[in-house]
C-alpha cells in the first residue's frame, strides 16, 4: 500500500528525516508518534508529495512518488495540521471547490460531495459560512476535503489538536469508523488517543525510526519483567532481606518506609511470576501483607524510552551511523 525506503530529508548540515524505511498495510489505522521537531510533518509531507525527498523513495500502489507524482497523489486524502479552509465559503461549496481541484468528474460531484458530508457528520451546517464554525466543525470539513475522491490513503496531522474533550471524542470515532474502509496513518502527540484509535504504531525521534509495532506488542516487549508493587504492616528491613533470597528476584526498592508499613516495588527476572514466593515470605517475616499488585509498563513509559537519547545512539549504532567517538562513549558508559 504505502512504502517507504531509505527517506531522507536534510536542509544544508541539518538532517530532519534520516534514512526511514517502513511499509505500511491496507486497512489498518497507524498511529505516527515523535517529540516536537522528530521529522513527523516532515515525513507526512514527503510521503504526500507536498516535499521532495533529499534521497530515497515513497511507492503508492506501486507507484513512485516521485516519478509519477499526479497519479500517487491522486490514491492519497490529506489533512494538514492547519486545515486549508476558505473562511468565507460555505461547507458545501468548499467541498464543491475541493472536487475541482481533485478532479473530480461533473457527474459524480454532487454525489461525491453528499457522502462525504454523511461521512463526516455535517449536514446540518453544510450551508453555512466556515468562519461561522466551532474548530470541531472546521476539523470535519477538513476531513471532509481529504475523503473526496475517495482516495485508498488518508493523512491526518494532528486532526484533534485544539478541540475540547468531546470533539475529540467525535473526531476519533469518526477515524476509526474511516479505517474500515481505508489506510489511515495518524500524527499525534496524545498517546491515549493511540490507544484508543490505533492497531499499529511507528515511533520517531531525530528523525529515526525508534519502533515498528502494535500497541500490544510495544507493551508486551517491556512488560516481559513482572515487576510487583507491595505495602506491608511491618518492618522494611527485615521483609528486604527475606525477598531478595527468591529466586527469579532481580532487584528491590523500597519507595515508602514508615514506622508501621512499608511500600517495596520488586521486579522479577524475565519469565518469572513472584506472586506465591513474596507471599509465603512475606508472612514467614510476620509481615501482613496490605496490598500486592502487579505493575504494568504504559504505552506513556514505552513512547518515553524509546525518545531517549541513550536509544537513539543505540539505533544509529545498529545502522553503523554513529561517530566513532560516539561508540566509544556508550561502551564506556
Not at 51 to 70: E, F, H, R
Not at 153 to 163: M, T, W
Not at 261 to 284: F, H, M, W, Y
Amino acid at each position: 500500500m504505502v512504502k517507504v525506503t531509505h527517506l531522507t530529508k536534510t536542509y544544508g548540515d541539518r538532517v530532519v528525516v534520516n534514512d526511514l524505511s517502513f511499509e505500511l498495510e491496507k486497512g489498518k489505522v497507524y498511529g505516527f508518534l515523535g517529540p516536537n521537531g522528530a521529522g513527523k510533518s516532515t515525513t507526512m509531507n514527503m510521503i504526500t508529495g507536498y516535499l521532495a525527498p533529499t534521497k530515497g523513495s515513497v511507492l503508492i500502489n506501486d507507484v513512485s512518488m516521485q516519478k509519477d507524482p499526479c497519479k500517487a497523489k491522486a490514491q492519497i486524502g490529506y489533512l494538514p495540521e492547519i486545515p486549508p479552509l476558505y473562511m468565507d465559503m460555505t461547507v458545501y461549496e468548499y467541498l464543491e471547490f475541493a472536487a475541482e481541484l481533485k478532479s473530480v468528474p461533473g457527474f459524480q460531484k454532487t454525489e461525491e460531495i453528499e457522502k462525504v458530508i454523511c461521512k463526516a457528520h455535517l449536514k446540518e451546517v453544510s450551508d453555512r459560512l466556515i468562519k461561522n464554525l466551532s474548530k470541531g466543525y472546521r476539523q470535519r470539513t477538513g476531513l471532509a476535503q481529504a475523503l473526496l475522491g475517495n482516495p485508498e490513503i488518508l493523512i491526518f496531522d494532528e486532526p484533534s489538536v485544539g478541540l475540547d474533550p468531546k470533539q475529540i471524542v467525535e473526531i476519533r470515532n469518526l477515524i476509526k469508523e474511516l479505517g474500515k474502509e481505508h489506510t489511515v496513518i495518524l500524527s499525534t502527540h496524545i498517546l491515549s488517543e493511540v490507544c484508543a484509535v490505533c492497531d499499529h504504531v511507528l515511533i520517531i525521534s531525530k528523525g529515526q525510526l525508534m519502533a515498528n509495532a502494535t500497541p500490544d506488542d510495544l507493551m508486551q516487549e517491556y512488560n516481559e519483567k513482572q515487576r510487583l508493587m507491595l505495602v506491608l504492616k511491618g518492618n522494611a528491613t527485615g521483609a528486604h532481606k527475606a525477598v531478595e533470597k527468591i529466586k527469579g528476584v532481580e532487584c528491590i526498592h523500597v519507595i515508602e518506609e514508615g514506622a508501621s508499613s512499608c511500600k517495596i516495588e520488586i521486579t522479577a527476572k524475565p519469565g518469572c511470576d513472584l506472586r506465591e514466593n513474596v507471599s509465603e515470605v512475606s508472612q514467614k517475616q510476620g509481615c501482613t501483607i496490605l496490598e500486592l499488585n502487579v505493575s504494568h509498563v504504559t504505552l506513556e513509559e514505552v513512547y518515553l524510552k524509546l525518545t531517549t537519547e541513550e536509544h537513539y545512539k543505540e539505533i544509529l549504532a545498529q545502522k553503523g551511523l554513529l561517530e566513532e567517538e560516539e561508540e566509544i562513549e556508550m561502551e564506556e558508559e
